[in-house]
């Protein structure tokens, strides 16, 4: 059982719409993460949310934008998106931002961009 | 910028076997290593994890060596069974300055396939 939750599991989308993807965990976790994954390939990191402050943006396009409302959810908003971004969105948490926690994945958000 | 390279990138064994997967990362300031393992279709897994002040450690069937000198780690797993069968993610934390961040860098993977 993950204790991060993501939602939705699946998501279509044109390249006009706008969409969110949601990630949820009640660990008490401080720090919480978004990551791109491409087929075959390593997790990519986008963002760290460290003490609901953004601490970290791995120069992610603005079309991607990201949204700590408190400690227990991180948003990720989707808007104007190109068929490459086209892929797994983990979000993961750790206990802190220090750098050296587990951090935990929930299952993803598998993302079809046509 | 960090950098951790994994290897090999596929690895088959007969069921029983042991197998060792090794990685080397760039920044010698990382201290924390973790390992994942990612079945498909489903998210990372941590499964072991070991920080710079520790030379080996150990969980059942996996175990994780660090060589801080050479910068490199191994993933060790003894007496393989066809349900380890995935891929395997090395990870380093990248911290910069004395200033702590959460960024994990992974390797490229390698996929392990256990043959009954």
């Known amino acids: 059982d993950t204790e991060v939750t993501q939602t939705p599991k699946h998501l279509v989308m044109g390249m006009t719409n706008k969409k969110s993807l949601k990630c949820e965990q009640h660990?008490?976790?401080?720090?919480m993460y978004w990551y791109k994954q491409k087929a075959k390939k390593p997790p990519e990191l986008m963002f760290v949310y460290s003490y609901e402050k953004l601490s970290i943006n791995e120069s992610v396009p603005s079309r991607f934008s990201p949204e700590c409302p408190n400690s227990s959810l991180l948003n990720l908003h989707l808007h104007a998106l190109q068929p490459e971004d086209s892929a797994l969105y983990l979000c993961?948490?750790?206990?802190?931002?220090?750098?050296?926690?587990?951090?935990?994945f929930g299952d993803g958000t598998r993302l079809s961009i046509l | 910028g960090e950098n951790v390279e994994q290897h090999p990138s596929t690895l088959s064994v007969q069921e029983g076997d042991s197998a060792v997967i090794k990685c080397t990362y760039s920044?010698?300031?990382?201290?924390?290593f973790p390992w994942y393992k990612q079945e498909l279709g489903k998210r990372p897994q941590l499964i072991i994890d070991?920080?710079?002040?520790?030379g080996e450690k150990k969980d059942q069937r996996i175990a994780v060596t660090l060589n801080k000198t050479a910068k490199h780690f191994s993933l060790h797993i003894t007496e393989t069974q066809p349900e380890d069968s995935a891929v395997y993610f090395c990870a380093a934390i990248f911290n910069a300055g004395g200033t702590s961040y959460g960024k994990l860098t992974f390797g490229q993977g390698t996929i392990l396939t256990v043959h009954p």
């Open positions: 070991i920080r710079s002040n520790v």
């Open positions: 920044d010698s300031a990382s201290n924390y």
């Open positions: 660990m008490g976790h401080r720090a």
């Open positions: 993961a948490s750790s206990q802190d931002g220090h750098g050296n926690q587990p951090q935990h």
